[in-house]
DNA sequence: AAACACCGTTCACCACAGCGAAACAGTCGC
DNA sequence: GCGACTGTTTCGCTGTGGTGAACGGTGTTT
């Protein structure tokens, strides 16, 4: 994933975006100001002038965290499901679904809560929402995306991997 | 929590053991040495010389990580037990159980205490709570939290002991 | 020391509810 | 008409909570 350069001080007001957005950012330090203080593992910092080989290696450090990490995935506005470079497209349910859920990545969402933002006007059955979560599920996962059940709770969007439950 | 300075290159052994044991760690560069991959969120690294504002701001930061890192684990609102970025989802009474236990986490919380939680109107069977906790009990293993019975006195939960099998 | 009650662990079992998944059917747009 | 989207039904698995019972360790009593 690539990495934005950002002058700081100087460019604070795109620095707020790129960290709301998730994107890995490197922060180049003119002269003499007083380190930043990160959000997030996504972001770092280099003092400049700087060796070349320096800033590579950071961007570089960066870019493969921004891999590997938690990647937040998003919804664009023509309900393209975009995630780690690739991206689906999602119909106007699961895109409703997908909206919600990434909303609150990695945390779980209620079955109420989705049901009401795919259907205002009212359910139309019990398993209506169960059919499309599972079609949701179907078209994520060639993202490395997974939508985990919470028993009787709701559901949890975030990227696949092999942890967190065993037997 | 403390951070280690580490003289890279030189001191890699040094390194490696820091690595396996979590510890958050910052490198010293000297002088035209390559930049080092680094392993984790916990490693950082800065070239010498250099402003001693910049190694204090980077040790800050990985002295905040390796804190926000390892916390004591946490049940969400969903009912989900959380613990160095994994997760497992609670029973209703496993839930009630496990936030009582963290509440007081590494404390010894009585048996009276987490019945009255778990069933507010009178526990419905002599050995349910023990169930219980066998269940959670099992539920946790994955994150690395155990419960300890404290005889006659109640249960207290912790990370666990390593046992010859951790990863 | 043996017998005993107490406390906690673990297992097997059951009824029930939530959810998964497939299969089918109706609708809409190109 | 074809394919995509959506809604519905049905079947069955699995998690959940409660229960009884067997097992074992511990401290007390006789």
């Known amino acids: 994933m690539d990495v934005v350069l950002v002058r700081w001080p100087e460019e604070d007001a795109r620095l707020r975006q790129l960290r709301a957005s998730g994107a890995p950012r490197l922060l180049l330090l003119n002269g003499e100001s007083a380190p930043p203080e990160l959000s997030d593992c996504l972001e770092d910092w280099i003092r400049l002038p700087a060796d070349d080989r320096d800033v590579r290696a950071r ?65 139309p059955t019990r398993n209506a929402l169960d059919v499309h979560v599972l079609r949701l599920r179907r078209r994520m996962a060639p993202l490395g995306l997974e939508i985990r059940t919470v028993r009787s709770r709701g559901y949890l969007m975030q990227a696949s991997q092999p942890t967190a439950d065993a037997q």
């Open 59 to 123: 961007v570089a450090i960066l870019s493969s965290r921004a891999e590997t990490d938690h990647p937040a995935p998003r919804v664009d506005d023509a309900g393209l499901l975009r995630h780690r470079g690739r991206w689906v497209a999602l119909s106007p349910v699961e895109a409703a679904l997908a909206v919600t859920l990434v909303d609150r990545f990695g945390a779980v969402v209620g079955r109420d809560t989705l049901a009401r933002r795919a259907w205002p006007d009212g359910v």
